[in-house]
């Protein structure tokens, strides 16, 4: 059983457009976290929700905009793609608690802006 | 501002030899480190993790050694097998879930036949 999921794996899509990406932890974790992957591979934190609550908002464009309707769900809406949205995104999720914020990633969603 | 660098972007080594990736962090405030594994067309895998309150950790094959008084983290895998090419990852953050995590810029290891 995939214990983080993401859709679509892979998303080409025309400059301007808007999109949606959908990530689902089947783990009960409390937190859920974007991350944006760069072509060289360099992993940067875009948000993270706990217990359906923004907690981590980085410095990203008001374009992403993430909505979590359950502690479950965590799915990333961007608005207006632009050329330099093209990269991998990554789902996460972890349990946190006295012991550690290990997180567990989602397959990853590839999207290629034109 | 915060970084976590690693010392190099690649790394060959010899199919049943030691590997040794090194990361340096840069926030004294960072309480727990974390190792990841990339493979091609994969997320990221937890390896190994270590809070700041202890210098060194071992799992199956790994062992990860903390250094804070030089802001320095290394993970070794012993006797590295074809699977273990990948990316590796370390990544540093405080104590909360509001700390930011952040995540070095990654070292490929490949391994010789």
């Known amino acids: 059983d995939t214990a983080v999921s993401q859709t679509p794996k892979y998303l080409v899509t025309q400059m301007g457009n808007d999109k949606s990406i959908k990530c689902e932890q089947n783990l009960g974790h409390d937190t859920m976290y974007w991350y944006k992957q760069d072509s060289k591979k360099f992993l940067k934190i875009m948000f993270s929700y706990n217990n359906k609550e923004l907690i981590i908002n980085e410095t990203v464009p008001n374009r992403f905009s993430p909505k979590s309707p359950d502690k479950a769900h965590l799915n990333l809406h961007i608005n207006s793609l632009e050329l330099g949205d093209s990269a991998v995104y990554f789902c996460?999720?972890?349990?946190?608690?006295?012991?550690?914020?290990?997180?567990?990633f989602g397959p990853g969603t590839r999207l290629t802006v034109l | 501002g915060e970084s976590v660098g690693l010392h190099l972007p690649t790394l060959s080594v010899q199919e049943g030899d030691n590997s040794i990736i090194n990361c340096a962090y840069s926030n004294s405030a960072s309480d727990y480190f974390i190792w990841y594994k990339q493979e091609s067309g994969k997320g990221p895998q937890f390896i190994i993790d270590i809070r700041s309150n202890m210098d060194k950790r071992q799992g199956q094959r790994v062992t990860v050694l903390l250094n804070k008084t030089v802001k320095h983290l290394s993970l070794q895998i012993a006797a590295t097998q074809p699977g273990d090419s990948a990316v590796y990852f370390c990544?540093?953050?405080?104590?909360?879930?509001?700390?930011?995590?952040?995540f070095g810029s990654g070292t490929r290891l490949s391994i010789r036949p």
């Open positions: 996460a999720s972890s349990q946190d608690g006295d012991l550690l914020r290990k997180q567990f």
């Open positions: 990544a540093a953050t405080g104590h909360s879930s509001a700390s930011k995590i952040i």
